[in-house]
């Protein structure tokens, strides 16, 4: 699914995010100010910024590169299963085929 919002403006966001924060006394407050500068919502700015500190290692949890392979194997992994359910199926139908009597 294709992001509302464009790369720049979420990296923009953060610093501004990092830039404020010390000025808050909480997250969600820093959130509120930056979203409604930037128009972006203050629980997106959240995510945006759980999202990074995850990914540089600042916080637990599985990263982006990490999530975006555990998301290209699981398909590739249902594919596969497909495929030895049709290789099996074959298999039966021609094992069956050999195993029938044949007349001339």
Same mark, same amino acid.
């Given at each position: 699914?294709? =992001?509302?919002?464009?790369?720049?403006?979420? #990296? !923009?966001?953060?610093?501004?995010?990092?830039?404020? +924060? %010390?000025?808050?006394? @909480?997250l969600?407050?820093?959130?509120?100010?930056?979203?409604?500068?930037?128009?972006? =919502?203050?629980?997106?700015?959240?995510?945006? #910024? !759980?999202?990074?500190d995850?990914?540089?290692?600042? +916080? %637990?949890?599985?990263? @982006?590169?990490?999530?975006?392979?555990n998301?290209?194997?699981?398909?590739?992994?249902?594919?596969?299963?497909?495929?030895?359910?049709?290789?099996?199926?074959?298999?039966?139908?021609?094992?069956?085929?050999?195993?029938?009597?044949?007349?001339?």
């Amino acid at each position: 699914m294709p =992001s509302k919002y464009d790369p720049e403006l979420r #990296q !923009r966001a953060l610093r501004m995010l990092a830039e404020a +924060r %010390p000025e808050f006394e @909480s997250l969600t407050a820093a959130c509120r100010h930056v979203g409604g500068l930037l128009g972006v =919502s203050p629980e997106t700015l959240r995510v945006w #910024q !759980r999202r990074y500190d995850i990914d540089t290692g600042v +916080r %637990p949890g599985v990263t @982006s590169d990490m999530a975006e392979e555990n998301r290209r194997l699981r398909r590739e992994n249902a594919e596969l299963k497909k495929a030895n359910e049709v290789l099996k199926a074959a298999s039966v139908f021609f094992a069956k085929e050999l195993d029938r009597p044949r007349t001339k």
